[in-house]
């Protein structure tokens, strides 16, 4: 199938490590000229050298997404190198752990620009670009936690819910417009966001960290971790040419953990 992604802009965030490094690596391989970002510069530089191997259309710009002035420089840093953006990923580190005792009204108000306002204003931005392409592809990057809450992470069960109702309102509002805007919530996959809340759990649960990870492989129908390259694929799909009529929608990618209907 041809995804019809050669020569698109894309633009990723969140993109140095874990599922969304691996979304851009997938639309590299696709041909497609992709932005990266990350706060972290010198980890950032280094992933895109690494992705230049495959391909020459890399671009990378410091970003701390939680800043407006930075999301405003980076889409203005994109549409720069790549004359427009037909391609948003919308992607973040999870917000901390915790229950509804652990949490004051900063750690509500971090995942809050964190997790939910970043999207809102990437999208803001991008939004005069793709209207004036005639259509775009967005792809909101959330958690299982939108069908079925986690333990102890009470920040990301009431945030992510949120960036899928924005997803769904917006998938109303754009259609119009020729923009297709889909949420896509990961499970446990091999990254180091869940090797971290899995070493949090281990200790909490007085267990070592591998007794922890083969129980949690057990639970998972499938009997393992994901590979992020499972996930990307999903990602890419959705924001690809192939896709002309799924907008809207919530997709989990799991194994088959989520029992949620």
Do not use: H
């Amino acid at each position: 199938m041809d995804l019809g992604l050669k020569g698109k802009s894309v633009l990723v965030l969140a993109s140095s490590k874990g599922l969304g490094k691996a979304i851009a690596q997938e639309f590299v391989r696709e041909g497609a000229r992709v932005m990266i970002t990350s706060r972290d510069a010198l980890a950032l530089q280094t992933v895109a050298r690494e992705m230049r191997e495959v391909s020459g259309e890399v671009q990378a710009q410091p970003c701390d997404i939680t800043k407006l002035t930075d999301i405003k420089e980076l889409v203005e840093k994109t549409v720069s190198a790549f004359g427009t953006i037909d391609i948003l990923v919308n992607n973040c580190g999870g917000p901390r752990a915790g229950n509804f005792d652990d949490l004051d009204d900063q750690a509500w108000q971090e995942a809050f620009e964190l997790t939910l306002l970043s999207y809102i204003r990437s999208i803001r931005e991008v939004l005069p670009y793709m209207r004036k392409n005639g259509g775009g592809k967005i792809v909101n990057i959330a958690s299982i936690s939108i069908k079925q809450p986690l333990d102890r992470l009470l920040l990301s069960n009431t945030l992510r819910a949120g960036v899928n109702g924005l997803s769904k309102s917006l998938s109303q509002e754009l259609a119009k417009d020729n923009i297709l805007i889909n949420t896509v919530g990961p499970g446990k996959f091999a990254t180091d966001r869940v090797i971290e809340i899995d070493q949090q759990q281990a200790e909490r649960k007085k267990m070592t960290i591998e007794d922890l990870q083969n129980a949690a492989q057990a639970a998972i129908p499938l009997g393992r971790y994901g590979d992020p390259q499972e996930f990307a694929k999903t990602v890419v799909f959705l924001a690809s040419d192939a896709n002309t009529y799924i907008t809207g929608q919530a997709l989990i990618v799991d194994g088959g953990l989520t029992k949620a209907l």
